[in-house]
T-cell receptor, first 112, second 114 residues
Framework: QKEVEQNSGPLSVPEGAIASLNCTYS??????FFWYRQYSGKSPELIMS????GDKEDGRFTAQLNKASQYVSLLIRDSQPSDSATYLC????????????FGKGTKLSVIP | DAGITQSPRHKVTETGTPVTLRCHQT?????MYWYRQDPGHGLRLIHY???????DKGEVSDGYSVSRSKTEDFLLTLESATSSQTSVYFC?????????????FGDGTRLSIL
């Protein structure tokens, strides 16, 4: 059973701070990793993808991947109240696989 | 995003009635998925399709069936709805397989079964 684990939160950070969201996965052959943002009552929205070890930056977002530790994280710099949402980690296993396994999500609250 | 339209957006129905949800995409993506999302459970895969007339079961397929007669449409049917199937249903599409192939989601259908 492939598992993706996230701290459910809520994670509260003050406006302007760095929010750090973490995700661990069980399948060692996992190759692609995605972060989705989901506002309350809305659908998941892709914000970052990563498949190589190291960091990948896109604006205020940085995804970090460590395959040896089976760990992927999302950093949000200069957090804004509009970043308040649930963040879902999703993992795809192997080049022949097309399915994603989703974590249950971490709820982030950015306090003005 | 990826031109995905789900219909209806909201539906209230009674136990024992059949229900069909439709997902329509305009991006010619090969893969399509149906999920349900419930508090405490996250997104759970119901059924998926890897091509026209090619479908398979997901994690929570009991009580659901699907059909895909053309690339752009993926239908989810509850043959005899039960209260446990009250949920938010999301359709997702994916262009291909391999590295860096994300899924893109429709706006969801909120289904209430009384």
């Amino acid at each position: 059973q492939k598992e993706v684990e996230q701290n459910s939160g809520p994670l509260s950070v003050p406006e302007g701070a760095i929010a750090s969201l973490n995700c661990t996965y069980s399948d060692r052959v996992s190759q692609s990793f995605f972060w989705y943002r989901q506002y309350s009552g809305k659908s998941p929205e892709l914000i970052m993808s990563i498949y190589s070890n190291g960091d990948k930056e896109d604006g205020r977002f940085t995804a970090q991947l460590n395959k040896a530790s089976q760990y992927v994280s999302l950093l949000i710099r200069d957090s804004q109240p509009s970043d308040s949402a649930t963040y879902l980690c999703a993992v795809s296993s192997g080049t022949g696989s097309y399915q994603l396994t989703f974590g249950k999500g971490t709820k982030l609250s950015v306090i003005p | 995003d990826a031109g995905i339209t789900q219909s209806p957006r909201h539906k209230v129905t009674e136990t024992g009635t059949p229900v069909t949800l439709r997902c329509h995409q305009t991006e010619n993506h090969r893969y399509m998925y149906w999920y349900r999302q419930d508090p405490g459970h996250g997104l759970r895969l119901i059924h998926y399709s890897y091509g026209v007339k090619d479908t398979d079961k997901g994690e929570v397929s009991d009580g659901y069936s699907v059909s895909r007669s053309k690339t752009e449409d993926f239908l989810l049917t509850l043959e005899s709805a039960t209260s446990s199937q009250t949920s938010v249903y999301f359709c997702a599409t994916q262009m291909g397989q391999g590295l860096n192939q994300p899924q893109h989601f429709g706006d969801g259908t909120r289904l209430s079964i009384l």
